[in-house]
């Protein structure tokens, strides 16, 4: 059903400037897809829908369109003719298969692929079942759909209207002045988390944070007496990546602190944007760890009004940037619980 394949690939450093070609490489968050990128050339394009498999974690990422791939990644091209919807159903079965390409060696992924064995509904007639696994997609589509308008009706936000403030602070984002500041001549010194083996950890509720992109960087719900940070701050791992927190947690002593508690959210959620792209480039890696002391050394470029950081301004952009997003959310859901009738109603 299914072949693998070495994909066209070159290293980041080629990449040119644009956003139209994702670059795959073999990391298991945002998709596999490090970065987008423009043109570079034919010769290491990979065709669009097949799948790529990253040959770390052994995700598989379906690709709808042509591709760019890093070094350690497999394509797998699919020998039968998939409708949009079994695309999801196959994904699903071939990330089933992790565990088993896991446990071999790099070299021997290739051939242990070409022996797998995977189950597949069937009908009557004993021939893969395609409408079932149509419907099945479909049903939970309209049921995740249905869910998501719930929840923004409740929370009220399925309101998309921007207000006058919010849609001047798009208009005007184009002639904003910026100048650059230090994180801790603003926010004071910053702080380093404290270690905590996995083994000491108590079960508990408290978000303990630690390096890393899956769930956050969450590594575990802890009921250990450490240090709480405050919610409506930031921290920043030993690579560099910032994230906003909008709840009390403890941290590891590879999180750095932000202490922006002080700030209203949606500015905090701003300044948390403009300390990742200051901090996030590639100079923080394992063998370069990013600590508490870099953070205070860092400076980031925010929006000024007569010489100072303007928040409010930052604070109507996010707002803006929230409506913006959910008004896409909103129609998405609608879109999708429409699209999904015909489906489910043959059932």
Known sequence: MFDIENTLSFNADKLVEGNTYDYVTRTSANQGILRTTGFVNRENINQAGVW??????????????EWYAGQF??????????????????????????SILLSVLVRHVDETFKELKIKLPITEAKEINYDFMESFIAELEAERAAE????????GLEDYSLTDAEQEA?????????????????????TRGKRLKSADRILGDLPFVTAGEADEGISDF????????????????????????????GGDDHVAVVH????????????????????????????????????????????????????????????????LVIKDVVLYADKKIESTKSVVNKR
């Open 260 to 323: 922006t508690e002080k700030l209203p959210m949606n500015a905090a959620i701003f300044v948390t944007s403009a300390i990742h792209k200051a901090s996030h480039n590639g100079q923080f890696d394992y063998g370069k760890n990013f600590y508490a002391k870099d953070a205070d050394e860092l400076c980031i470029s925010l929006p000024v009004k007569s010489g100072k950081p303007d928040y409010d301004a930052m604070a109507s952009i996010i707002s803006a940037v929230h409506k």
């Open 52 to 65: 790529s498999l990253g040959l770390l974690q052994m995700d598989f990422f379906y690709r709808k369109n």
């Open 170 to 190: 798009i208009n005007n984002y184009g002639n904003l002045e910026w100048e650059r500041f230090n994180l801790e001549r603003l926010f004071g010194k910053s």
């Open 73 to 98: 990644v497999r394509k797998i091209v699919p020998k039968i003719n998939l409708s949009p919807r079994t695309i999801p159903f196959f994904t699903t079965v071939l990330n089933m298969q992790k």
């Open 222 to 249: 802890i009921g250990n007496n450490v240090r709480v940070f405050s919610k409506n701050t930031t921290t920043i791992d030993m690579f560099g990546s910032a994230k906003y927190r909008n709840y009390n947690y």
């Open 148 to 155: 998501l308008s719930a929840y923004l009706q409740i929370s």
